[in-house]
């Protein structure tokens, strides 16, 4: 049962990783979850303090990545058009591969303040560097998190 769980901890750790980049997978959480698995299988690295910390920070970085794509496209004049383009540019962006996942909420965003506003290309392609800027800040964060959560997952189970 012990290499069960520690399989699934790993896996869990791995999964968030992924999920820092990729939007349809909760990133942070997944690794969280990891990290309570692995110190529920008996390891010496992974503290119920550690947990505490691991599990604040993953609902900061969870409610950071919900509010960074608006903060970031009202910062460069975005409207709710925008933002709505660049939450859809995302997932159509995940059909494209990685260069998909980068560029989709950008076009996505110039599409949208287009459609809103037809006449300002200038302001669209600012706020779609807005919502660009997003997403790699946002993901960035996620990656750094669920990094950390994976090293100390790896080195709890073994």
Known sequence: MEILIAICA??????GVLGAVLPVL????????GMVLAYFNGGDTITERMLWIWGVITIVISILDYILPGYFSKVFGGTK??????????????????LG????PF?????????????NLEKAIAVGFGSL?????GSGLKLIVTGFMLYYIIADVF
């Open 10 to 15: 790993i896996l869990c750790g791995i999964i």
């Open 107 to 119: 076009a996505g965003a110039v599409i949208g303040e287009l459609l809103h506003e037809k006449q």
């Open 101 to 104: 996942i980068i560029i989709g």
């Open 81 to 98: 058009a925008g933002i709505t383009g660049a939450t859809i540019g995302v997932f159509a962006g995940l059909f494209l591969g990685p």
């Open 133 to 137: 800027i997003s997403f790699l800040v």
């Open 26 to 33: 909760p990133g942070p959480a997944l690794s969280f979850i």
